[in-house]
């Protein structure tokens, strides 16, 4: 099993600045996908980002050139900066994983392709 812990989230004005972390635990070998998602109250679960153990990354449309997704392997860490927020990031963000020895598909990550989650952290942005 593993388990995903995220941390980071909180309030902040727009056009501020977070970071989200996620730690990994568990039997965290050969987990290739790991991503970020998030989810507006009477939204949907939608796909922020990405990334491989190669470190290729994808991104949402609504993120792109706004959000970075990192990882620190040697930690089992994933990470998601995210600046220039907007009142419409306000979502609770979710670490996820793909199962082991599964890359990411590519292009926008889609929800029923993950298997692990975390429990979320919430971000909201005010205007």
């Known amino acids: 099993q593993v388990q995903l812990v995220e941390s980071g989230g909180g309030s902040v004005q727009a056009g501020g600045s977070l970071r989200l972390s996620c730690t990994a635990s568990g039997n965290t070998y050969r987990l290739y996908c790991m991503g970020w998602f998030r989810q507006a109250p009477g939204k949907e679960r939608e796909g922020v980002a990405d990334?491989?153990?190669?470190?290729?990354?994808n991104y949402g449309d609504s993120v792109k050139g706004r959000f970075t997704i990192s990882q620190d392997i040697a930690k089992n860490t994933l990470y998601l900066e995210m600046n220039s927020l907007k009142p419409e990031d306000t979502a609770m963000y979710y670490c996820?994983?793909?199962?082991?020895?599964?890359?990411?598909?590519?292009?926008?990550?889609?929800?029923?392709?993950?298997?692990?989650w975390g429990q979320g952290t919430q971000v909201t942005v005010s205007s």
């Open positions: 990334i491989d153990g190669g470190g290729n990354t």
């Open positions: 996820a994983a793909r199962r082991a020895g599964i890359e990411c598909r590519g292009g926008y990550p889609l929800v029923p392709d993950f298997f692990y």
